[in-house]
């Protein structure tokens, strides 16, 4: 069974740092890229970051650039988030899944068509 399990979440103050993290079963260690996303209530999840199954291409989307690093670690099957300068609008459930659909170009690398999503980690930023 392909499952995708999130952890590191928590609370913390502005301008501190997290490590989440973003374990997967059931598919190859780098036969993957993996998405993080972000959903805050009564938003829409807005996607954070991606990475290629090698770790060699990575993109990310909005505020995270600049504060936010995605890596993976294939041999534990992790994949990581660390946020760095957090702020109160970084509050709420981050979620790591599959996509089905990745491609290069123009320089950027594109994740799209998630098929495989974790249960969320919540993380609360106080002022």
């Known amino acids: 069974e392909v499952q995708l399990v999130e952890s590191g979440g928590g609370l913390v103050q502005a301008g501190g740092s997290l490590r989440l993290a973003c374990v997967y079963t059931?598919?190859?260690?780098?036969?993957?890229?993996i998405s993080w996303f972000r959903q805050t209530p009564g938003e829409e999840r807005e996607g954070v970051a991606c990475?290629?199954?090698?770790?060699?291409?990575?993109q990310y989307e909005g505020s995270a650039k600049g504060r936010f690093s995605i890596s993976r670690d294939n041999a534990k099957n992790t994949v990581y988030l660390q946020m760095n300068n957090l702020k109160p609008e970084d509050t709420g459930t981050y979620f790591c899944a599959r996509p089905a659909m990745v491609r290069s170009l123009g320089g950027r690398y594109y994740c799209d068509g998630w098929d495989v999503w974790g249960e969320g980690t919540l993380v609360t930023v106080s002022s």
């Open positions: 059931g598919f190859p260690s780098n036969a993957n890229a």
């Open positions: 990475i290629d199954k090698s770790g060699g291409q990575k």
